[in-house]
């Protein structure tokens, strides 16, 4: 006879907390075969790739909150020199 088996999603990621107290980022996979009767688990730590794809979605958003803030810097120093020399600029297509 065939073993039947119950099985959660491969690999879900989940914050697990040690007997010590500390938390890490672990992925786990477990199956229950229900002829036996036994259940098998995987817990893997990935908690320093976790921090780094942290750190860098981190650094992703201030690279793109920098990239606003020149674009308003240069459209706002544009239309300041464009005034100045009564000329009309529209910069909305090019940076926006």
Partial sequence: MKPSFQ???PLD???IQKR???LFWGLYFFHLNTV???MEC???DI???YDELRLRKQAEAALQNSEERLRLALM???STKARNNNVII???NRYG
Avoid: E, H
Wanted: glycine share 8%; proline share 0%; hydrophobic share 40%.
């Fill in 7 to 9: 099985t959660s999603k």
């Fill in 13 to 15: 990621a989940v914050q």
């Fill in 20 to 22: 010590n107290g500390t």
């Fill in 36 to 38: 036996d009767g036994y």
């Fill in 42 to 44: 995987l817990i893997a």
């Fill in 47 to 49: 908690s320093d790739v």
């Fill in 76 to 78: 706002n120093l544009f």
């Fill in 90 to 92: 529209n910069l909305s």
